[in-house]
C-alpha cells in the first residue's frame, strides 16, 4: 500500500489533483481505520494513470467516469468520436476567429497607409441579403438577424450603397451583406464585385459633421484629375472602431468603382 504522497512522487502529479480525482468520484482509495489516511494500491495507480490518459485527450471528467466504471472498444470508440467532433468544430470556430484577427490587424496596417490618401484596388465579392434604411434604424434591426450569421458582429454585415452624380450625393441606403470566397461565386443580382475601386479609409464620429460630403467631393476631383469615370456609386463599410472618452470612433472603407 501507498501513501498520496508516495503516489504523487511515484506519478509526478500533485496531492492537490488526487484529492479532485476523488472528488469526481473516480479514485476511490482505501482509507486506514487507525489514522484515517488515504491507501492506495496497484489499482488506484492504473486508475491515476488512466484518468491522466484519457485528460490528455481533454475527455471530461463524466466521460472518464463512465469508461471507468464499465467499456469496452465500442465505448472507448464513440466518446472519442464525440470528443474528435467536438474538437473539429472549435477549431474551425478558433480558425474563424484567427481570420477575423488577422483581417482586423490588416486594417491597423491600411489605416496608417490610406487615412485620407488614395488608391486603386479591387473590391472583394459581398452578397446582399437584405436592406434597412441607416444603420441607426433599431426598428428594422429584425432584417440583420434573419440574414447574418449569428456570430458576425453587426456593424461588419452592413454596408452603405451610396448613390451619387457631378451635382451631389442622389441616395444612401444599408445592405446586410456576407463576404463571399471569389472561388465560389455564382450568378446572381445580390453580388458586388467591382475589379478597379477608387479606395480610400476616413475617420467617421460625432467631430466629424458632413464626412460624406467631403469625401465625395474629394473623391470626384481625384477621378476627374486622374482621367477616370465613375459609376456613381460607393460603397463603405466599417474597417475598425476606437474610442476615446467613451466616444466611439470608427474608420470607414470606401469603394468607388472607376474605369
Not at 491507501?39 to 471528467?61: G, H, M
Not at 477549431?91 to 490588416?106: C, P
Not at 446586410?176 to 472561388?183: H, Q
Not at 478597379?196 to 479609409?201: H, M, P, R
Amino acid at each position: 500500500m501507498y501513501t498520496i504522497g508516495q503516489i504523487a512522487n511515484i506519478l509526478g502529479i500533485s496531492r492537490d489533483k488526487l484529492r479532485y480525482y476523488e472528488e469526481k468520484g473516480i479514485l476511490i482509495p482505501a482509507q486506514n481505520k487507525d489514522n484515517n489516511y488515504r491507501q492506495y494500491d496497484l489499482k488506484d495507480i492504473d486508475t491515476v494513470l488512466a484518468i491522466e490518459f484519457y485528460r490528455s485527450l481533454d475527455l471530461e471528467f463524466k466521460n472518464i467516469k463512465k469508461l471507468h466504471k464499465k467499456s469496452n472498444i465500442k465505448d472507448i470508440e464513440c466518446v472519442l468520436n464525440d470528443k474528435y467532433n467536438q474538437v473539429i468544430e472549435e477549431i474551425e470556430r478558433l480558425n474563424t476567429i484567427v481570420n477575423r484577427i488577422e483581417k482586423a490587424k490588416k486594417g491597423c496596417d491600411d489605416i496608417k497607409k490610406c487615412l485620407n490618401k488614395f488608391i486603386i484596388k479591387p473590391m472583394a465579392p459581398i452578397e446582399i441579403l437584405g436592406e434597412i434604411s441607416n444603420s441607426r434604424a433599431y426598428n428594422e434591426f429584425d432584417v440583420i438577424h434573419k440574414n447574418r450569421n449569428n456570430d458576425v458582429a453587426i456593424i461588419k454585415s452592413l454596408k452603405r450603397y451610396i448613390k451619387f452624380n457631378d451635382e451631389q450625393i442622389e441616395s444612401s441606403k444599408m445592405f446586410v451583406t456576407k463576404d463571399i470566397d471569389s472561388g465560389n461565386i455564382e450568378k446572381s443580382n445580390n453580388i458586388l464585385e467591382y475589379e478597379k475601386c477608387l479606395y480610400t479609409i476616413v475617420e467617421d464620429d460625432a467631430a466629424t459633421e458632413g464626412i460624406m460630403q467631403k469625401t465625395y467631393e474629394q473623391s470626384l476631383e481625384w477621378i476627374h484629375n486622374n482621367n477616370y469615370k465613375y459609376e456613381g456609386i460607393a460603397i463603405l463599410s466599417m474597417l475598425l472602431i476606437e474610442f476615446h472618452e467613451g466616444r466611439a470612433k470608427s474608420y470607414l472603407e470606401v469603394y468607388i468603382p472607376i474605369k
